[in-house]
């Protein structure tokens, strides 16, 4: 399995449909975490602190990762996390901002990502963000529609305790379905209180 990532990760630096588009800047970044995992989770492109560190999910959206995995009981290295596209996407006047890749970048990413997926067989794959899962499942549709019906999770940019319990309700779905245990503190993280 190690070897197979590493052609990948040989094949990615140079990937022609990506590198053609002029669009992605030069630092690859590839993936993270256990590849010997039954969960996977896939963003869509890397910002400004996983170019500087070389590793997916290290800046804000990272953090919060972390602390979905350990609610969960688990921890980056016993996960696998990576993105379709391996290369920031590029502003003019580039400085710690970011955007989000585009449909283009995406399809010209897409083989990687699948392939990854073909080497690492998880038994579920959660899509980090509505670009991510529009992105795999070749669907188009807002978060909310796909939520519940594909797992898919959406990182949290409120302090929303409703929207952290639509988070929450998708991870137990992928706890269960994974065999995982699931505690009654663990059920009932984030239900408002009577
Ligand atoms: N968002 C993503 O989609 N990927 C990262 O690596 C970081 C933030």
Redesign the pocket.
Known sequence: MEDKLQYLRDLAQNWKPARDLNSLRDTM?FATGNPHTQLMLI?????YY?EVQRE????R??EKLNQILKAMGLSRDMVYIS?IVKFRPALPNQRTNNRAPTPEEIEACLPIIMHEIQVIQPKMIIA??G??AVGLLGEQGSVSSMRGRYHPSY?LRSDNPREKRKVWEDMLAVMERMGMPVSEKQRGYFLPRE
């Open positions: 970044v963003g869509e492109a890397p910002g996983e997916p999910f290290v800046g959206a990272g993105n980090l963000g670009t991510a990182l």
